[in-house]
């Protein structure tokens, strides 16, 4: 857990709602990648009348947090091992913890994004964006004495149905013929030139999906990781994970050809904290 306040604020009774005076309030971050931590807490230094209290790495960290300072706004990241962003608020209702203003981090999930927008509730996408985040903070003071319960509670049962539905096969056409390949038997995808390639086990084609975002879109966000902006990796299929050059490394793939993989400058960081090396 890092960056708390100097002077730890009280937490207030559970009963007691949250209230946010106009143009003053108090902000906790939490995301397991330091680099987006750091992203998010620059750029909200420049808006004035917002106080970052704490920042934390987990789920678990973010509900200790939540309930030690209680922030008025609450930036979240939604992908994270253990306890993700969608489990936090799950375990602050349990707790029947009042919910700040809730600020959603997601990179891919295209299908959370539709949620969100749909339900009201504000989110940004990796990498953050000055001119996105202004408009989200311009809301936020226009709105800042709504209820989040309730758009939250939509979200939350959007998203355990999507859960609840079997991963869609993908569509490979290959040698002239289609061929429906299972997600857990896809080992990585490759774009190249617009055109994407899926590399299974025993069988690779070309899918019709424009972008690896809209590919990742319909697989289980855990197991396929986004390893550099060019490869999508399923990270059951991962052979060996190789050292390279500046602190940097490859990815060896279980498939035919035992394909080497890099991994990005910025992805080798999030590797590091997925298998703790």
């Keep these: 857990m890092q960056g708390s306040a100097k002077n730890p604020v009280k937490p207030a009774p559970e009963t007691e709602p949250v209230a946010m005076e106009a143009g003053n309030f108090k902000a906790v971050i939490v995301d397991d990648e330091q680099l987006a931590r750091d992203e998010l807490a620059y750029l909200l230094n420049a808006f004035p009348g917002v106080e970052i209290v704490a920042q934390g790495r987990n789920g678990l960290e973010a509900v200790q947090l939540v309930r030690q300072h209680r922030p008025d706004l609450l930036f979240l990241d939604v992908q994270m091992p253990g306890l993700d962003g969608f489990g936090v ?14 600020i959603f981090a997601t990179a891919y999930d295209q299908y959370a994004v539709k949620a969100f927008e749909v339900n009201a509730v504000d989110y940004l996408l990796k990498p953050f964006d000055k001119a996105r985040l202004a408009q989200t903070m311009d809301k936020i003071r226009r709105e800042h004495s709504s209820e989040p319960e309730q758009k939250l509670d939509r979200v939350l049962r959007l998203l355990e149905e999507r ?19 299972d997600p857990d038997e896809i080992v990585y995808a490759r774009i190249e030139d617009g055109v994407i390639t899926v590399f299974g086990r025993h069988l690779e084609g070309q899918c019709n999906y424009r ?29 060996e994970v ?34 703790n090396l």
């Design 211 to 239: 972008t690896l975002e809209e590919l990742q879109a319909v697989l289980d966000e855990k197991i396929f990781w986004r390893a550099h902006r060019s490869y999508l990796v399923n990270l059951n299929q991962i052979r």
């Design 89 to 102: 608020i799950r375990k602050l209702r349990e707790k029947h913890t009042p919910l700040p203003h809730l």
């Design 242 to 275: 190789v050292p390279w050059f500046n602190s940097s490394f490859q990815l060896r793939m279980n498939d035919r050809q035992q394909a080497e993989i890099p991994v990005s400058r910025n992805q080798s960081r999030r590797l590091r904290e997925l298998f």
């Design 163 to 181: 859960q609840q539905t079997p991963p869609a096969r993908v569509l490979l056409k290959s040698g002239g013929r289609h061929f429906l390949l």
